[in-house]
């Protein structure tokens, strides 16, 4: 099980699919995530609260994958999305729509697990702009001008 800092990630999976999930699932317990499984993106969408990465199947029958994130952006959740998919095309369909990271059918564990992590970690970086003042500071030379 991995050592997961400042804690263990909440991750939300969703998919038509319970073998799918279920097995999904497990994976992710067996590395310390605390899992959230869910077969209907409409019902995910209500779930989505303290949630850090949602592994989404690009296609369901109630609502793509795609089409889940656009949804969630749009009520104004801030998790980090990982479309899974067999579908050719899906992945610039994901990344149009959002989404973080993405994963082809058949998924190794390893790889989820990967994608998981640079995705936990991910909503941790500070955004690029932090500690760079957007005007100079009064009385504090500009990086520029050297005296």
């Known amino acids: 099980m991995r050592t997961w800092r400042p804690r263990p990630p909440v991750v939300l999976v969703v998919d038509d699919d319970p073998d799918i999930l279920r097995l999904l699932g497990m994976c992710l317990e067996a590395e310390g995530c605390e899992v959230r499984e869910t077969m209907s993106p409409a019902a995910a969408l209500e779930r989505l609260d303290r949630v850090d990465v949602v592994v989404v199947d690009q296609r369901m029958p109630e609502m793509s994958g795609t089409d889940f994130i656009e949804a969630a952006r749009s009520h104004g959740y801030d998790c980090r999305f990982l479309v899974i998919s067999g579908k050719r095309g899906a992945r610039a369909e994901a990344a149009q729509a959002g989404a973080e990271g993405f994963l082809a059918k058949p ?19 500070p955004p690029s702009h932090v500690g760079v003042p957007k005007a100079p500071i009064s009385g504090v030379p500009s990086p520029k001008s050297s005296s």
């Open 107 to 125: 998924i190794g564990m390893r790889d989820l697990i990967g994608e998981v992590e640079r995705l936990f970690y991910l909503g941790f970086a």
